[in-house]
């Protein structure tokens, strides 16, 4: 219940800000080049998280108060979202992901929000397999280093 009230919040804060925000025409081609660039960094990270590069996984975030929120769990800092997250690859072999289609959203030439779902596979160390279906959104911000996170939810349903 927990999570479906912070994905809720999220999402209609999100369609507030958007709202808000004053019109800046896009061409088609600006937002198709800007959907690609996002969604390259996107794979660049999972790719990352797939071979349990944590540090190159962490390389697409900012560092900013609350900047992942996973099942429920608020991380005040890029810092302690790190340190959970390596300390959870720990006892993990090998890492999967499959995605439904990534839906991008172009909020302005430098916000983008991205929504996906889909199935994550983890095999432990002692060779045990879990497969887990997932939800996720992440605002993205185009700083002078490129398209970064400036924020994440990330969500695994009860089962």
């Known amino acids: 219940m927990k999570t479906k009230y912070c ?8 369609v507030f800000l958007s709202s808000c925000l004053p019109s800046q025409k896009l061409t088609d081609t600006d937002r198709s080049r ?13 790719r990352a998280t797939e071979n349990r590069d944590v540090e190159a996984m962490f390389s697409y975030i900012l560092d900013n108060e609350g900047v992942i929120i996973q099942n429920g769990l608020f991380h005040h800092s890029r ?3 790190f340190n959970y997250t390596k300390n959870g690859l720990v006892n993990i072999a090998k890492l999967e992901y499959q995605f439904d289609p990534e839906v991008i959203e172009v909020l302005s030439p430098d916000k983008v929000l991205l929504k996906a779902s889909g199935m994550s596979t983890a095999q432990t160390n002692d060779g045990r397999e879990f497969t ?18 400036l924020h994440a939810h990330q969500s695994t349903p009860v089962r």
Not at 34 to 46: A, G, N, P, R, S
């Open 79 to 81: 810092q302690h979202a």
């Open 7 to 14: 994905c809720v919040l999220m999402s209609l804060s999100l």
């Open 132 to 149: 887990t279906p997932f939800c996720e959104t992440a605002i993205f911000t185009l700083t002078p280093d490129g398209w970064k996170i």
């Open 34 to 46: 800007i959907k690609q660039e996002v969604l390259e960094v996107q794979h660049q990270m999972i």
